[in-house]
């Protein structure tokens, strides 16, 4: 819907994260740094519970930054910014796709009147054909099947461009999460999506950066996340307890093996793991953006199967047929 003429626009996600990190580091505890924010609510434990302009997945990174915040008193604005960053990334992907799905998608509209176009043209070449097409039983049967194959183009185009706009996300594993309990506990229950991998990435800095070590980063995270993927990375931290080697508690990870790559030098040499945890948040940020280029370069392709398939041949329903059955007709009628 468009913003009326003259009206200031609303507010985005990563306005909120900045001004809520801004608050934070000028002292405001998290709990107010929210309330200040218009649109953005906590629940009574203080965890973000909406925010103007963030999707599902984020809101539900917020929250589970704010449980492990609780949890291990890990300073609130390193972590809240972490998020951001991760908000601000997906921001730009959503505007570089916008941009990239603009050409496709206005295909599918240009489609969507080709049939229409062909029945114009027929009329103009002869007006009997609009006669012979709403006024006779074979006109009928001819726009019930040239309507059918319209709806089906045109539905299977809009479909094109949806899985497409789909693709690009990033990688959400198949956890369905817990919902927050009191005092910091999972995130997710009902339905809300797994956490975006770079911020459940960016979690497990801002858990190290607290002052804990591997292993209590790794359960911190897990215990934040909840869902899926905090039941990986719980039992990661259950098979390192019972004495297994790193590479085999990281071995059935799926998603979540690039952060067990990350922090292993950390693990066998107690090296920083800071630069590792950064190069995986954005190498996963770089493998959502090659996923976009290259879905957005397919649809425009894959659009040809709905043009040859069902609008073309609607085309010919309502224009090529009718011309000749008309023309036949007068042929035989001389």
């Not at 369905?176 to 009191?182: M, P, R, V």
């Not at 897990?222 to 098979?239: K, N, S």
């Amino acid at each position: 819907m468009r913003r009326p003429r003259g009206e200031p626009a609303a507010p985005d996600a990563g306005e909120c994260l900045a001004a809520v990190v801004a608050a934070v580091h000028a002292g405001a505890t998290p709990r107010a740094a929210w309330e200040e924010w218009p649109g953005a609510t906590v629940d009574a434990d203080g965890h973000p519970q909406t925010l103007p302009g963030a999707d599902a997945q984020v809101t539900a990174a917020l929250r589970a930054a704010s449980c492990l915040v609780v949890r291990t008193g890990a300073p609130a604005a390193p972590v809240w910014e972490a998020i951001a960053r991760v908000q601000r990334d997906r921001d730009e992907l959503a505007v570089r796709l916008e941009a990239a799905l603009a050409g496709p998608r206005a295909s599918a509209r240009m489609l969507r009147l080709l049939p229409l176009a062909g029945l114009g043209l027929a009329t103009l070449v002869d007006t009997s054909v609009l006669r012979f097409m709403v006024a006779t039983p074979g006109g009928w049967v001819l726009l019930g099947l040239a309507a059918l194959l319209w709806w089906a183009g045109q539905r299977w185009s809009e479909a094109l461009v949806a899985r497409a706009a789909a693709s690009v996300t990033e990688d959400g594993g198949d956890g369905d999460g817990g919902s927050a309990s009191e005092g910091g506990g999972r995130v997710g229950d009902g339905g809300v999506p797994p956490l975006p991998l770079s911020a459940v990435i960016a979690l497990c800095a801002g858990a190290i950066a607290a002052g804990l070590d591997v292993r209590g980063a790794v359960q911190a995270t897990g215990r934040a996340v909840g869902g899926g993927d905090g039941q990986v990375l719980d039992a990661v931290v259950a098979q390192l307890d019972a004495g297994r080697s790193w590479e085999d508690a990281w071995r059935t990870s799926g998603r979540l093996a690039v952060l067990g790559r990350a922090l292993a030098g950390s693990w066998r040499r107690g090296s920083p793991p800071q630069a590792a945890l950064d190069a995986a948040r954005e190498g996963a940020h770089r493998r959502t953006t090659v996923r976009m280029e290259r879905a957005s370069a397919q649809v425009g392709a894959m659009l040809t199967l709905p043009l040859t398939l069902c609008l073309l041949p609607a085309f010919v329903l309502v224009s090529i047929v009718p011309l000749v059955v008309v023309l036949a007709a007068g042929v035989l009628a001389a």
